[in-house]
């Protein structure tokens, strides 16, 4: 069965170091998701690609963050300078398209800024 | 803005009792609700959905209605199991977007 794969599983790293994280969706999935999940609470889009375009950002911090999908297969979220707040699980999900189609998620990256 | 709102947790169980987890939201439109389920170290897996008011989504056991009225998606599991233990996430996604909004979770232990 596909999946979505995501690395590093894990992450520590020093607050004011840079730090990325992968994502490869499912194969065929045109909508691609990265989601910041903060220990006890639910899930948080922070963007959404459709094929290589940026098409929900609202969410991003974008001083610090990036987020890029190049060829509109797989994707890396950036995180530069870490901050202590930014200790998290990063979760990406794909989808064949967008709103009707279900998202797939991957396991995640847990991050931890030290 | 959307909203979910998830029953205060953790839960704790014993094998073969009766589940419920509620879950009620605030949105401007019309959404379609969701429950996902996510067992340690694993993805968010979608467990069942519902597209419109009075629709019952159903999976392993698991059922929810969409009630407008209450604006409620309650999960419920007659009888659960062990492997049941979790934490199930209730979820929002407006029929305009494609942006999931999450309840904060509740973890479910089901003892043996």
């Known amino acids: 069965e596909a999946e979505v794969a995501q690395s590093p599983r894990y992450k520590i790293t020093e607050k004011s170091q840079a730090v990325a994280f992968w994502c490869d969706p499912i194969?065929?999935?045109?909508?691609l998701y990265w989601y910041r999940q903060i220990l006890g609470q639910g899930p948080e889009l922070l963007v959404q690609f459709q094929d290589e375009s940026v098409v929900d950002d609202s969410q991003l911090p974008k001083d610090r963050f990036s987020a890029e999908r190049l060829k509109g297969v797989d994707s890396t979220l950036k995180i530069q300078p870490a901050e202590l707040g930014d200790s998290a699980m990063y979760l990406c999900?794909?989808?064949?398209?967008?709103?009707?189609?279900?998202?797939?998620f991957g396991p995640g990256t847990r991050l931890t800024v030290t | 803005g959307d909203s979910v709102t998830q029953m205060e947790g953790p839960v704790t169980l014993s094998e073969e009792a009766f589940l419920t987890i509620n879950c009620t939201y605030t949105?401007?439109?019309?959404?379609?609700l969701f429950w996902y389920v996510q067992y340690p170290g694993e993805g968010l897996q979608l467990l069942l959905k519902?597209?419109?008011?009075?629709d019952k989504g159903s999976n392993k056991g698991f059922e929810a209605t969409y009630r407008k009225e209450t604006t409620s998606f309650h999960l419920e599991k007659g009888s659960v199991q062990v492997s049941d233990s979790a934490v199930y996430f209730c979820?929002?996604?407006?029929?305009?977007?494609?942006?999931?909004?999450f309840g904060e979770g509740t973890q479910l232990t089901v003892n043996p």
């Open positions: 949105a401007t439109g019309y959404p379609s």
């Open positions: 979820a929002l996604q407006e029929t305009s977007g494609s942006r999931l909004t």
């Open positions: 999900a794909s989808s064949l398209g967008p709103q009707l189609y279900e998202q797939y």
């Open positions: 194969s065929g999935h045109a909508t």
């Open positions: 519902a597209t419109k008011a009075d």
